[in-house]
């Protein structure tokens, strides 16, 4: 009974291909969807030297 954690770029039509719809339709209904919409902070350029 953790609480877990589940991170995909995919839209909700893409998982249920990826997945299954069955899969799908049960993280759709278990979950909580939390969009992250912030700049990528991976893609940061490195400070001049």
Known sequence: ML???I???LP???LRVTLGDRVA?????MTER????G?????RTAPAA
């Open 39 to 43: 700049p990528d902070r991976r893609r």
């Open 12 to 14: 909700m039509e893409q």
């Open 7 to 9: 991170t995909t770029n």
């Open 34 to 37: 939390v969009i992250l919409d």
């Open 25 to 29: 339709s049960r993280l759709a209904e």
């Open 3 to 5: 609480p877990t954690l």
